[in-house]
């Protein structure tokens, strides 16, 4: 590929302004109407709140511990609010506190020696987590793979089509051939960081940035360590205390040498926590996304941008996610700081995005063209805010 001195990063914004419905919201729409099963998991287990704080209804959290594929999902209030607009971050946030809240809440409150202990009931709520696991790595990927291609845009768009610099590259985030199909954009100046379209269906990439799952569990566990919830002992509502026998604090921060192993009350407790662990860690393993494997697998892409001088940022929200391929694209630049940008906002919050995105890649206003893309020039639901990446 031969050295360009235009670079324009394409993120998802790009094809909701020529109008596809290709929000992480609209994802939610598909996944509801051909796998509910998938989408209701995720709302169940991710984000950062407590299982319970999920619902607005006591009834509906009472409800979700019975959570199964043949009973009425209770409303997830929270994740209906929040947890689809920032999608990719929140899948590295399986919380291992719902999922073992969950399972305390449907385990058998009967040891393996009583007569009426049935082996079906114990590793029922096992299976559970071990599918929804599943449900919500090898069969999102899948399902978002299956919406990706039926994704259409409006009639008409061509009269709102942009002018783009003919003889620039582009690191295109979007899984779509729109650059190719109508803008006529040669392959060979596109660079699809994540895949496209006409991959093997599951071959896209769809997960996290942690890069390495041990590190992200080291970073997880000192987080929440001193959280009082996974204090060694609890205080009731009258002022007496008593040991901590939550499920979550049993499988991560108690000290069975220590502490003794009272505080399990039931060995099948103690047994399910191991395989619930296991299963709950294999998530995070599988989705993990390798941006320093992706990177090196487009080398060649990052080494042509030596010669940059202008870099366009069009529909792509600037999130942490992404951030090491920006700066990977400056490390191979030769002269980083003459490099001129162009971002296009619509919303506080792009702005934001944007000023934090500068404050960390120490790009001075200086350096922040005009960009040729008025406001005016883009219809209002043309934002990279809750754009997937």
């Known amino acids: 590929m031969s050295p360009a001195e235009h670079l324009y990063v394409i993120g998802n914004g790009f094809d909701r302004y020529h109008g596809a419905k290709s929000s992480y919201w609209d994802f939610r729409g598909y996944l509801l109407r051909h796998d509910d099963w998938c989408a209701k998991c995720f709302e169940l287990f991710f984000g950062p709140r407590s299982l319970a704080n999920n619902f607005d209804d006591p009834r509906d959290f009472e409800l979700s511990l019975n959570f199964g594929k043949n009973i009425l999902y209770p409303r997830n209030t929270w994740a209906v609010k929040f947890l689809w607009n920032d999608f990719e971050r929140h899948l590295s946030e399986l919380d291992r506190e719902k999922v073992f809240d969950f399972l305390d809440g449907r385990l058998p409150r009967i040891d393996r020696d009583d007569d009426n202990f049935s082996y079906a009931d114990y590793?029922?709520?096992?299976?559970f987590i071990n599918d929804t696991v599943n449900e919500?790595?090898?069969e999102m990927q899948y399902r978002f793979h299956r919406w990706i291609n039926t994704l259409q845009y409006r009639k008409g768009f061509r009269q709102d089509m942009i002018k783009l610099d003919p003889d620039a590259v582009f690191l295109n985030f979007n899984y779509t051939l729109f650059l190719e199909d109508h803008y006529r954009v040669p392959r060979k100046n596109i660079c699809y960081i994540h895949?496209?379209?006409?991959?093997?269906?599951?071959s896209l990439i769809l997960g996290h940035r942690e890069t390495d799952a041990d590190t992200a569990f080291e970073r997880w566990y000192h987080k929440h360590k001193k959280r009082k919830r996974y204090r060694q002992n609890l205080k009731d509502r009258k002022g007496r205390y008593f040991a901590n026998d939550k499920l979550a604090y049993l499988a991560y921060f108690h000290n069975d040498e220590k502490q003794g192993t009272g505080n399990y009350r039931l060995t099948t407790r103690y047994y399910a926590i191991?395989?619930?662990?296991?299963n709950t860690e294999e998530y995070f393993r599988r989705n993990i996304k390798q941006c320093d494997e992706i990177i090196k697998r487009h080398s060649m892409f990052f080494g042509s941008l030596s010669n940059v001088k202008l870099i366009?940022?069009?529909?792509?929200?600037?999130?942490?996610?992404d951030l090491p391929y920006f700066q990977e694209i400056m490390r191979h630049v030769k002269y980083p700081e003459n490099v001129q940008w162009q971002f296009t906002c619509h919303s506080d919050k792009d702005m934001a995005n944007m000023n934090k995105f500068c404050k960390i890649l120490n790009i001075p206003s200086e350096r922040i063209a005009q960009s040729p893309y008025e406001i005016s020039d883009f219809k209002a639901d043309w934002a990279g805010i809750h754009s997937h990446q």
């Not at 895949?195 to 599951?202: I, K």
């Not at 191991?274 to 296991?278: K, S, T």
């Not at 366009?312 to 996610?321: A, M």
């Open 123 to 127: 590793f029922a709520p096992i299976d």
């Open 136 to 138: 919500c790595s090898f």
């Open 312 to 321: 366009t940022i069009l529909g792509h929200s600037l999130s942490d996610v």
């Open 195 to 202: 895949g496209d379209r006409r991959q093997p269906f599951g």
């Open 274 to 278: 191991d395989e619930a662990i296991r």
